[in-house]
């Protein structure tokens, strides 16, 4: 068991989590201990609630925010079982990146080593489009994930990943990987009730010119960190099938229709 405290991105509120090895079988799920009864809400498909600018998992009347990063890192640690106990309607965002919650797996024992995907295939090519935005499950003799992303601002422009968990380590090619946000959108979002708790420490901020936050962990840190959220969102399957999973400037709600379309296969 592990603790490890801090804000929400969007709340703002100071929380702290316990990571505990759950009896196998059980999965992946959280605990709400701040409220009555310690509510359990599984961290599967069917509790998703929404998908603005992070996921938010929802049972009966118990919810959790900004669960992705977290559920990335334990997917990708080979954590099939684990009891997420939380006293606050948010995870807290640590540094913006997954990187402490793989120290944390590992230091709590919880770390199985395991192959990301499992025998599960995708035989047939599964899309899901917003746009010019998309998302797809592709059939492949290994798993891969590739990632691209677009934006108006120089310091980012177009970027792409390609990232197969045999030859790179989760921990050291995604969970470092930054959320990011930019500095004309901060006043908007945070009068719409949102990133009341993102700041310079927690997350990478550019304007049209520069990053107002150096240096970057990866020169292309941005799309890396969307593809740390395709991790966390598919987790929601339980385990990830072996495919190619191909983003291009997705988001939570493309990753989770794609999730339940592999899943209604």
């Known amino acids: 068991m592990i603790e490890l405290s801090g804000i929400g991105l969007h709340s703002g509120r100071l929380s702290t989590v316990r990571l505990i090895s759950a009896e196998k079988g059980k999965g992946r799920y959280f ?6 009864e310690n509510p359990i809400i599984p961290a599967t498909l069917a509790s998703v609630a929404q998908t603005l600018l ?15 990063h977290l559920l990335a890192s334990l997917v990708a640690c080979g954590v099939e079982d684990a009891q997420i106990e939380v006293n606050g309607p948010e995870i807290p965002l640590l540094d913006g990146s997954a990187k402490g919650w793989v120290e944390a797996i590992a230091q709590a024992g919880m770390n199985q080593n395991r192959s990301l995907s499992t025998d599960t295939l995708i035989t047939e090519a599964i899309w899901c489009c917003d746009g010019d935005a998309f998302v797809a499950a592709l ?18 422009g177009n970027q792409w990943y390609s990232w197969n968990p045999q030859q790179e380590s989760f921990v050291e090619a995604i969970a470092p990987a930054r959320t990011f946000g930019f500095a004309d959108q901060i006043e908007q979002l ?12 927690n997350a990478l901020v550019c304007d049209h010119e520069k990053w107002l936050n150096p240096p970057l962990r990866f020169a ?7 593809l740390l959220d395709l991790v966390g969102d598919l987790s929601l399957l339980g385990s990830i099938p072996q ?4 983003a291009y400037k997705a988001s939570h709600k493309l990753h989770v229709q794609l999730a339940k379309a592999i899943y209604s296969r």
């Open 31 to 36: 605990v709400r201990t701040d409220l009555p």
């Open 54 to 68: 992070s996921t938010e998992l929802k049972h009966n009347n118990a919810n959790i925010r900004t669960v992705e």
């Open 139 to 156: 059939p492949s003799s290994e798993l891969r994930f590739t990632y691209g992303i677009d934006f108006p601002y120089p310091v980012i």
């Open 190 to 201: 945070q009068k719409s009730g949102l990133i009341q708790g993102g700041n310079l420490e």
């Open 220 to 226: 292309n840190e941005p799309v890396r960190h969307k």
């Open 243 to 246: 495919a190619h999973y191909l």
